[in-house]
């Protein structure tokens, strides 16, 4: 019997990046069961064994034109390809099935402008930026293209689905299901004190501090500012690992001004991020606007204990004290740190078992979708 013809598409083929790791693994969950392509516009990384990739390629041009070719190169890939069962991960037009990992733009501005300067005319002319792009507008219309042109949405977090239904009231709800993602809890898990001692020592970190870390690209948007302002109201023992991240020299001189660069550590792009959860006694992630953040679920994975904001959708899994609003007064953000870590951080974070998550229930709907289209 002749498999199945499946096509993953997504514009990077990476390892790197929340998207790209999760169309990996899908892909290299897929192939014992289906011939696998995978639809690009560039590859940086060898696809899974088995997996057949079609690079359509990228202009070197604007952000309009890089989405616009993946979008066409895509849309005649998968025509050519005449597979039996599509994913759409990114700007693509027609799929079978289409994850929603990031939501909806208009929705995305609304909550993000806030992390922005509500004094003066910063937020104002971003606003201006943002609605005159056409990168934008493109990014809106295929957004629109793609709620009616796929035949199952699939939410990578309550939040998103909430915020997908709020954008575009036509949708019936019972259209969109929720898969959340699923760290590796064979490399994120509680460690024991050899761990953390030697976790520490590799960042000469005092044995007496108190670590606290985040992790992010767009400092922005996760809130470092208010992350550092915090320091101010937190014992001088206190010390902040900020993982990921572009340009930090501005938060560096912030940190600078506010006498607490001593206590603030700019690590940059983390490849091992087990170190950084093992070296930590608490993870804080302040998102003015976040699907469903891979870091909260990895840091929980760790057994360590977590704050985040309501704008994050993996905020799902955390106690309700746990749980601050984006932009909090930093005075108040030091009393929630401090109280979380005075309570009983000892129990270790378990998926509850009645909530989709991970790559298993991707690779069951697949097969209960293709076993419908051939036994309709």
Same mark, same amino acid.
């Not at 990384?45 to 088995?50: E, I, K, Q, S, Y």
């Given at each position: 019997m002749?498999?199945?013809?499946?096509?993953?598409?997504?514009?990077?083929?990476?390892?790197?990046?929340?998207?790209?790791?999760?169309?990996w693994r899908?892909?290299?969950?897929?192939?014992?069961y289906?011939?696998?392509? *995978?639809?690009?516009?560039?590859?940086?990384?060898?696809?899974?064994?088995?997996?057949?990739?079609i690079?359509?390629?990228?202009p070197?041009?604007?952000?309009?034109f890089?989405? *616009?070719? *993946?979008?066409?190169?895509?849309?005649?890939?998968?025509?050519?390809?005449?597979y039996?069962?599509?994913?759409?991960?990114?700007?693509?037009?027609c799929?079978?099935?289409?994850?929603?990992?990031?939501?909806?733009?208009r929705?995305?501005?609304?909550h993000?402008i806030?992390?922005?300067?509500?004094?003066?005319?910063?937020?104002?002319?971003k606003m201006?930026?943002?609605r005159?792009?056409?990168?934008?507008?493109?990014?809106?219309?295929?957004?629109?293209?793609?709620?009616?042109?796929?035949?199952?949405?699939?939410?990578?977090?309550?939040?998103?689905?909430?915020?997908?239904?709020?954008?575009?009231?036509?949708?019936?709800?019972?259209?969109?299901?929720?898969?959340?993602?699923?760290?590796?809890?064979?490399?994120?898990?509680?460690?024991?004190?050899p761990?953390?001692?030697?976790?520490?020592?590799?960042?000469?970190?005092?044995?007496?501090?108190?670590?606290?870390?985040?992790?992010?690209?767009?400092?922005?948007?996760?809130?470092?500012?208010?992350?550092?302002?915090?320091?101010?109201?937190?014992?001088?023992t206190?010390?902040?690992?900020?993982?990921?991240?572009?340009?930090?020299?501005?938060?560096?001189?912030?940190? #600078?001004?506010?006498?607490?660069?001593?206590?603030?550590?700019?690590l940059?792009?983390?490849?091992?991020?087990?170190?950084?959860?093992?070296?930590?006694?608490?993870?804080?992630?302040?998102?003015?606007?976040?699907?469903?953040?891979?870091?909260?679920?990895?840091?929980?994975? #760790?057994g360590?204990?977590?704050?985040?904001?309501?704008?994050n959708? #993996?905020?799902?899994?955390?106690?309700?004290?746990q749980?601050?609003?984006?932009?909090?007064?930093?005075?108040k953000?030091?009393?929630?740190?401090?109280?979380?870590?005075?309570?009983?951080?000892?129990?270790?974070?378990?998926?509850?078992?009645?909530?989709p #998550?991970?790559?298993?229930?991707y690779?069951?709907?697949?097969?209960?979708?293709?076993?419908?289209?051939?036994?309709?």
């Amino acid at each position: 019997m002749n498999k199945h013809r499946v096509a993953i598409m997504l514009p990077r083929l990476s390892h790197y990046g929340g998207v790209e790791g999760f169309a990996w693994r899908l892909a290299k969950a897929l192939t014992p069961y289906y011939n696998v392509d *995978f639809i690009c516009a560039r590859q940086e990384t060898d696809p899974p064994a088995g997996v057949k990739v079609i690079c359509v390629g990228r202009p070197q041009l604007g952000k309009f034109f890089k989405i *616009f070719w *993946f979008a066409m190169g895509a849309e005649i890939a998968r025509r050519k390809g005449r597979y039996d069962l599509t994913i759409g991960l990114g700007n693509t037009i027609c799929q079978d099935i289409l994850r929603l990992s990031g939501g909806p733009t208009r929705i995305f501005w609304k909550h993000s402008i806030q992390a922005y300067p509500s004094d003066g005319y910063a937020q104002t002319w971003k606003m201006i930026r943002r609605r005159l792009s056409p990168a934008n507008m493109l990014v809106r219309a295929i957004e629109r293209l793609q709620i009616h042109h796929s035949r199952q949405l699939i939410a990578n977090s309550h939040q998103v689905r909430n915020w997908t239904l709020e954008a575009f009231p036509i949708l019936d709800a019972k259209r969109i299901d929720i898969i959340y993602n699923k760290p590796d809890l064979t490399r994120f898990a509680p460690c024991n004190a050899p761990q953390k001692k030697r976790a520490r020592t590799a960042l000469n970190i005092p044995s007496h501090a108190t670590v606290i870390s985040t992790a992010g690209t767009n400092f922005v948007l996760k809130g470092i500012l208010q992350l550092i302002q915090t320091l101010l109201f937190l014992p001088d023992t206190t010390i902040l690992l900020v993982a990921g991240g572009r340009r930090p020299k501005k938060y560096q001189t912030l940190a #600078s001004k506010l006498g607490v660069s001593d206590r603030v550590r700019f690590l940059g792009k983390v490849d091992e991020m087990t170190s950084l959860y093992q070296a930590s006694d608490l993870f804080i992630l302040l998102s003015f606007y976040d699907a469903c953040s891979n870091a909260v679920l990895e840091a929980l994975a #760790s057994g360590l204990p977590v704050i985040s904001t309501r704008t994050n959708g #993996s905020s799902y899994f955390l106690p309700p004290r746990q749980v601050i609003d984006a932009g909090e007064n930093p005075k108040k953000i030091a009393l929630t740190i401090q109280k979380v870590l005075e309570g009983d951080t000892s129990t270790a974070f378990t998926f509850p078992t009645d909530i989709p #998550s991970g790559i298993e229930p991707y690779v069951d709907r697949i097969a209960a979708m293709l076993k419908q289209q051939t036994n309709p």
